[in-house]
């Protein structure tokens, strides 16, 4: 972890540059697996565009990388859900009623490895971006991170305030995540470049006007990482 000394930092975004201390900073890496993002996986046999979730994989390395270099903690959220689907909810659930996954498997039992089942390909995540040692990973079962999940009490075991958010999917997992996180009283940054929606590239630009107007902060990789040099820069 970052040690004792200043590590406070100006971070350029919208609507306004934010100050944020490093020392009580963490990096959201939400839902980045193989189900979402490589060919072969649950979007893509479903007939969904993951060209722009393809396009994020780069800043997010860069990212996790200067996170890593910076001793900013990291922790991944992980869609899934056990084999037995236990964990997914009632089918009578609003949630279970509105799952495109649970019918797609119903129908194509052959896939089950490509969906987001813990313990099968779908569910990993990427080879890119692997946890490394010291990183944390979640498992959720819901859109929303802290639903179900021990997330905020990791969050408050390490007295993060400042969370970076990237991943996907934009409009879904890392806008529900993040509008959770803001009515916690953290201080949600989400990265324009290193998250990617789901669907109509509409989307994106709701998520990124709804952060800036009302739930946070939106910057971008460059400069994240401008920022979180800067520090090093200054020391030498």
């Given amino acids: 972890m970052i040690g004792q000394q200043n590590d406070t930092v100006t971070v350029q975004a919208e609507p306004q540059p934010i100050v944020v201390d490093l020392a009580k900073a963490a990096l959201l890496v939400v839902d980045m697996q193989n189900a979402f993002a490589h060919k072969g996986g649950y979007f893509d046999l479903v007939g969904?565009?993951?060209?722009?979730?393809?396009?994020?994989?780069?800043?997010c390395r860069k990212i996790i990388d200067g996170a890593h270099a910076r001793g900013i903690r990291i922790i991944y959220l992980q869609m899934g859900c056990s084999p037995d689907l236990s964990d997914k909810g009632p089918p009578d659930a609003p949630s279970s009623i509105k799952s495109r996954v649970l019918s797609m498997m119903k129908e194509h039992p052959e896939w089950k490895d490509r969906f987001y089942i813990y313990d099968t390909w779908g569910a990993e995540i990427i080879e890119e971006l692997k946890p490394r040692e010291g990183d944390i990973v979640v498992k959720k079962q819901k859109h929303d991170g802290f639903i179900g999940t021990n997330l905020d009490i990791v969050l408050r075991t390490f007295g993060a305030r400042y969370l970076f958010f990237v991943g996907a999917a934009t409009n879904i997992c890392v806008e529900s995540t993040l509008r959770h996180a803001f009515s916690l009283d953290y201080f949600p940054i989400l990265i324009s470049d290193a998250v990617s929606q789901m669907g109509s590239s509409v989307t994106q630009e709701a998520t990124l006007l709804n952060v800036q107007s009302t739930f946070g902060w939106v910057t971008n990789a460059e400069d994240l990482l401008r920022a979180i040099r800067s520090i090093e820069n200054e020391r030498r």
């Fill in 48 to 59: 969904l565009d993951i060209t722009p979730i393809q396009g994020i994989i780069e800043p």
